[in-house]
């Protein structure tokens, strides 16, 4: 059983670009979350998405990102016009519903 | 407001000495609580999770954790430290809608 994927590993965007940040959760698995980690910094919740479903963005900035995780396919987190301070790495996790979490490799997002 | 705090950023101890590191947690609901570990260039790795029952938990690689809640702590712990357990270590709480919270970490080097 593969783990949780994500793509790319690392991802270089100049100022203005858009960063589109991809996950396929473990088979099987229904939930899937996204975090941010800032450098010296833990890990901080962005959103938490069912299939086609928002449950909860309540960590996810209110410009400029946003995330889905559509019927077919991975999930993807958007970043639209990068700016220095989106630098970090990105995390995805997958869950069945209400147990612990499996955490794929991180998207490492460097902005220049 | 839930949160985590984890008092040791950085911990440094020689190959055989004994390990404790701090979590204390602030949340008003049904407690699930997680260490994660974080090896250099890889992803969360779960270590040991506690949900309900004996307060005294078991994980991979040795290391346990004890849940008291009269003091809101959630202590990893490990007898005999060896070189491989220099990681970044991840205290969490499950929160509300199964987002989890975390700690700002504890590095831990361990010198042969």
């Known amino acids: 059983n593969a783990g949780v994927m994500q793509n790319p590993r690392h991802l270089v965007r100049r100022r203005g670009q858009e960063a589109r940040l991809r996950c396929s959760p473990m088979?099987?698995?229904?939930?899937v979350y996204w975090y941010r980690q800032l450098p010296e910094e833990g890990l901080k919740f962005m959103v938490y998405?069912?299939?086609?479903?928002?449950?909860?963005e309540s960590g996810m900035p209110k410009e400029r990102f946003s995330a889905e995780f559509p019927k077919e396919g991975p999930s993807i987190l958007r970043i639209q016009q990068v700016v220095r301070g989106d630098s970090a790495a990105y995390f995805c996790?997958?869950?069945?519903?209400?147990?612990?979490?499996?955490f794929g490799p991180g998207t490492r997002l460097t902005v220049t | 407001a839930q949160s985590v705090s984890q008092h040791n950023h950085h911990v440094i101890l020689s190959e055989a000495a004994s390990l404790e590191l701090g979590c204390n947690y602030s949340?008003?609901?049904?407690?699930?609580l997680f260490w994660y570990v974080q090896y250099p260039g890889q992803h969360l790795q779960l270590l040991l999770k506690?949900?309900?029952?004996?307060?005294l938990v078991k994980g991979i690689k040795g290391f346990e954790a004890e849940f008291i809640k009269s003091k809101f702590s959630f202590n990893l712990r490990k007898p005999s430290v060896q070189w491989s357990d220099t990681a970044e270590y991840f205290c969490?709480?499950?929160?509300?809608?199964?987002?989890?919270?975390f700690g700002t970490g504890t590095r831990l080097k361990v010198l042969a």
């Open positions: 996790a997958s869950s069945p519903p209400s147990t612990e979490q499996y």
């Open positions: 088979k099987g698995h229904s939930h």
């Open positions: 949340y008003g609901g049904t407690v699930n």
């Open positions: 506690y949900f309900s029952g004996d307060p």
């Open positions: 969490a709480v499950m929160g509300r809608t199964y987002k989890y919270i």
């Open positions: 998405l069912q299939k086609e479903n928002i449950i909860d």
